[in-house]
Nanobody
Framework: QVQLVESGGALVQPGGSLRLSCTAA????????MGWYRQVPGKQRELVAA???????RYKESVQGRFTISRDNAKNLVYLQMNSLKPEDTAVYYCNGDPAWGYWGQGTQVTVSS
């Protein structure tokens, strides 16, 4: 299994910004499409951003224009730049393959609140 480790979550005020990072260990990382997912208590985990092996991106409509997913294949890293954060963005954020693999990392908590 490829290890997935997310970091960068924090408590921020509405309108603030964060950059999340994910390291996905594995020799074949560069060949996989990757995504950022989020989950709030009582709701299903959902895909919010995805990036192909070649760098093509797609986003959940509610984050389009505010979030940017990127990757550094040489470093086995995936990033999520989150701008203009809203309280409804509060969730635990996870990275994974797109489509998701059969396991998850620990996630990183993002809380947007005054």
């Amino acid at each position: 299994q490829v290890q997935l480790v997310e970091s960068g979550g924090a408590l921020v005020q509405p309108g603030g910004s964060l950059r999340l990072s994910c390291t996905a260990a594995g020799r074949l990382f560069r060949f996989y499409a990757m995504g950022w997912y989020r989950q709030v208590p009582g709701k299903q985990r959902e895909l919010v951003a995805a990036i192909s092996s070649g760098g093509n991106t797609r986003y959940k409509e509610s984050v389009q224009g505010r979030f940017t997913i990127s990757r550094d294949n040489a470093k086995n890293l995936v990033y999520l730049q989150m701008n203009s954060l809203k309280p409804e963005d509060t969730a635990v954020y996870y990275c994974n393959g797109d489509p998701a693999w059969g396991y998850w990392g620990q996630g990183t908590q993002v809380t947007v609140s005054s």
